[in-house]
Every structure is written in C-alpha cells, then in structure tokens.
C-alpha cells in the first residue's frame, strides 16, 4: 500500500556535490546520510516492508525529503560490502558516479512529486567496498512519515552488466590460454617464491613433465643444473626489485637428463598496490642455434689458422731464406779469402753475418714471445719504474743505430713515475714502435715520442711523417704476419705490432693506432695506474 503524501512545501533534490565527508568515497559507499529519521518514525506498514528488506539480496534506503539518507538495511553488506550505519546522514547523491548523478536528482525528485514509481526503473553507477563501480536497479517510493515524508528506495544489484564482462573475461582468458598452449615458446609464470603457476604445453614437451607433476614447486628444484641454480635465483630476486625486463640465458635439465639451453626474456605482473604478483617467462630453446654458432666459430678460426700458416710460410721462406742465403754467402767468401782478402772485406763479410743472424734471431724471439703470451707463459714482472729516464736511455742508443737519418724528440708532460711496469716487454714495445716508424718513414724526417702521466696512468705516443698504412688493411695490422699493401718491397715480417699488443695488454693497458697513407702514422699506448694487471 501507498500512503497518501502529505501537504508540504515543494521540495528538491539537487545534484550538485556537497562538503566531502571524512569518510573517503573509495573505501565506502554511503547509501544513507545521518538524518534525524529512525525507522520508528516510520508508519507501521512502511516500517514492515522496511524490515521485510532486511534479510533480503536487495537492500532498501529510506532518504528525507533533502535527499539523506536515515535507514539502509542490512543487506547492503552482501550486495556492495558496507556497513549500514557508514551512511547514515549524508546524501545519496553524493555517492553516484559524478555522470549519473543529475540523472538521478531528476529521477528523485520526479518521485517525490508523483507516488507512482518511475518504470523501467533505472540503475546508477555506484563504488563497492572494492572500488569497482556497480550498476544498481532504483525503485523509488514516496512516503508519508511523522518528520513530513521521503522516500523509500529499493535499490538490486543489475546484474547483466556484469554476467557480460565476467562472459567476456572467461573468453580473453580462454583465447589467452589457448595462445599460451599453442604457443611455441616456453611459457613459465612463477610466483614471489619460485613456485610454478603456469607452465605451458612447450614446457611440458621440452621437459617430459606435465603441468601437474610441476605445479606448486619451485622452479629451480625441478630443471636447473646444480651451477648455475645461484646466478637464476639472483635474476629472479633482480626481477622481484626491478622495473625493466631481464633477459638471460640458462640450462633446463629434463627429465630424461637431456640439457637444453634456453633463452629467456622476463617481466611481471603486478597488483593494485604496485607489488609483484608473479613473473612472466617466455623462453626460446637454443641449443641447436649455439651449436651451429660453435661450428660457425670454429670453422672461422680453422680459417684464420689456415690464412695464419699461409701468412707464415710465405713470411718464412722470404724472411728466413734471405738471411740464412747472405750467412752462407759471406761465410763462402770469407772460407775463400782467408790469405787474399784485406781485412775491411774481412769485416764487411762478418758483419752481414752477424747482421743476417740478427734478423734470424728477432724473428724468432717475436714468435716466441706471441706464442708465449697465447699461453699465458709470457714472462711478467711489473714494478714501478721512472719512465722519462727510461725512454731517454732507449732514444740514446737508438739514435746511435739509426744514424743521422732521422730525427728522434721526446716530450714529457706531467708525472710519469709511479706506474707498474715491466721493463723488459715496454722496452721491447717502444723499441718495435720506433723501429717501424724509423724503417717506414723517409730520411731525415721526425720521429717523436710523447709521453703524458697523470692520475690515470700514462699515455705513450711515437709519431712518423712516413708511408702511413692503406684504410683496408687498418683493421688488420696486430694481426700476425700481416704486412700493409704498400711495403711489399721493405724488408719486413708483420710481428711487430702483434708482439706490442701483447706486451700492453699483459699491463692491461691499450693500443691504438692512426694512419692515413702518404701522410703518417701514430700509434698510441695507455697503461693504467690502478688496473688490473693480467695475470699470466
């Protein structure tokens, strides 16, 4: 039964917002606004059908004639999560998603000017305890009550909005476990401690586990290799912490023993808070592709050993026969003149030998030393040695060999003491270095050496004004036996600049070099203070 409204001034429900209440809108749904209206207050029958709501999936509101709420049944805590009594006093309105709200003022207020209720009854978006946005059915009722009347409202949750996103949440999830099953990559999802959440049907084939023989336990106690258990672990607490994706690589074990190399790139999901809920690994098998890649790189090596004896052989039957032909020439001389001969062609013929030998004898001792440091067998005593004393003794003697055909300079800047150093490998480096620049360069040009310290380390640089080197062969000159297109006609093995790469990186420290051909030639040697020195 409808009671009969009372007369009463007009009145109105206005949609626009009032003060914000302390209780915060996100953590409650306020359906009734502190008023003064008991349900006491309310006539016997109105005050039945309240109580009838009570026990009921649909929750009823009593609001006053300003729109606030006295009453809210029960059953507002099974249909959006609440409390009753948070909303007693404050206005419904206040609690519709802002773009329902003037719709719903006009719908109140046409209410309590007409008793008969409104159909379609319409619904309003209105927040859960959850936060999510509802869609509530509104039934609304005029009363006739002691305090001058309201309105009663019967207010169902509409559930078709939701049966159809929980309809279309069941097929993006079954499309996407459909993808991760047929999917041919390994699809893993693990939780904060490890344990296996999803493990798809490449996993299954890859690893001849099935899913439930999987499920629950922590992945690095099923395929890991016991050696490399520590650096994943290290990944995933790495993923836990971190905002980017990881990608590594590592061994699964099946469980037939079978390993499997396995490329892995990682992220995760995150919940509302922002924490990690779970990690996200799709992984690629790589194992053949590293094998071709082994294959790729020996064969490649095969080739460079191959190109490496040519260069030698060919280096060998020049380099070593010409000496060895002027040894056995001058000896043959000197074994035919030994009466007739004058001592100055005595001497001449001595010293090509001993010139011849000489050669023999560096070209040796390069190939030594490179085969030595390739092996790690290379002699290595560093200490701290004065470097500007040093290179001026090794400019000083090289100055006597090399005549007045050249001009030798040395600049020093800065502190050049200090620095670990083995005497016997610099000094063979700046010995090849201005050996070359001095046989490549034309008479009577500069040479110069120049030497930089600072807190760093020290930089050694030797300059020529000579041939300088071909742009295609740059890439290829510490490379052995490797010899510039333009010095064919120069006497010359191609060890120099291998040996010198060896000897600075044994202090590791590094070389470079700077060429442009017609114009000269730079090469440049930094040795660090603090680095780590290789260790044989």
Not at 306 to 322: C, G, I, P, Y
């Amino acid at each position: 039964m409808i009671p009969q409204k009372p007369n009463r001034a007009k009145r109105s429900i206005e949609s626009r917002p009032t003060t914000p209440s302390r209780q915060s809108p996100s953590k409650s749904m306020p359906v009734a606004l502190n008023g003064g209206d008991r349900l006491e207050d309310v006539e016997e029958p109105e005050r039945s059908s309240l109580e009838a709501g009570d026990n009921c999936p649909e929750f009823v509101v009593l609001l006053d004639v300003k729109g606030k709420i006295g009453y809210v049944s029960p059953a507002v805590k099974v249909v959006l999560g609440y409390l009753p009594e948070i909303a007693i006093g404050k206005r419904a309105i206040d609690f519709v998603k802002s773009e329902d709200r003037e719709r719903c003022a006009i719908h109140l207020q046409q209410a309590l000017e007409n008793s008969a209720a409104i159909e379609p009854s319409p619904t309003y978006r209105v927040r859960d305890s959850r936060g999510c946005w509802c869609k509530i059915e509104v039934t609304c009722t005029s009363l006739a009550t002691t305090l001058g009347g309201g309105l009663a409202l019967a207010c169902r949750l509409d559930l078709s909005h939701r049966q159809q996103a929980e309809e279309l949440l069941r097929e993006e999830r079954d499309f996407i476990a459909a993808v991760l099953e047929m999917a041919g990559a390994l699809v893993l999802v693990l939780d904060r401690q490890g344990r296996i959440v999803r493990f798809n049907r490449a996993c299954e084939s890859l690893t001849q586990y099935s899913f439930e023989e999987v499920k629950g336990k922590c992945v690095w106690d099923l395929f890991l290799i016991p050696q490399e258990i520590a650096a994943v672990r290290e990944v995933f607490d790495r993923l836990l912490s971190s905002q980017r994706a990881i990608e590594y690589e590592n061994y699964w074990q099946a469980k037939d023993g079978a390993r499997y190399l396995i490329s892995w790139s990682n992220t995760v999901l995150r919940d509302r808070s922002g924490n990690v809920k779970y990690t996200i690994a799709a992984g690629l098998d790589v194992t053949e592709h590293q094998r071709l890649e082994e294959m790729r790189c020996a064969l490649q090596k095969e080739k460079e050993l191959n190109q490496l004896q040519s260069r030698f052989f060919t280096m060998a039957s020049h380099q070593f026969r010409t000496p060895l032909t002027t040894i056995l020439l001058s000896a043959h001389a000197l074994e035919r003149s030994v009466e007739n001969a004058s001592i100055s062609k005595r001497l001449a013929n001595i010293d090509r030998i001993q010139s011849a030998a000489r050669s023999l004898t560096q070209t040796l001792s390069d190939i030594l030393t490179i085969s030595r440091a390739e092996t790690g067998h290379l002699e290595f005593d560093p200490h701290p040695l004065d470097l500007d004393i040093f290179c001026r003794d090794i400019l000083s003697k090289t100055r006597q060999e090399a005549g007045k055909n050249h001009r030798l300079t040395l600049t020093v800047r800065g502190e050049v003491y200090g620095v670990a150093i083995d005497e016997n490998l610099l000094r063979r480096t700046i010995e090849n270095l201005l050996a070359n620049a001095i046989q490549y360069s034309p008479e009577g040009s500069e040479i110069s050496l120049c030497l930089q310290g600072n807190a760093r380390g020290v930089k050694l640089s030797i300059g020529d004004r000579g041939l300088g080197i071909p742009r295609s062969d740059l890439s290829h000159v510490f490379n052995a036996f490797y010899r510039g297109s333009n010095v064919e006609d120069i006497p010359g093995v191609g060890l120099g600049l291998t040996v010198v790469k060896k000897c600075v990186e044994l202090h590791g420290g590094k070389i470079s070099l700077s060429s442009e051909e017609g114009m000269g030639t730079t090469v440049t040697v930094k040795i660090p203070k603090s680095a780590r020195i290789a260790k044989n």
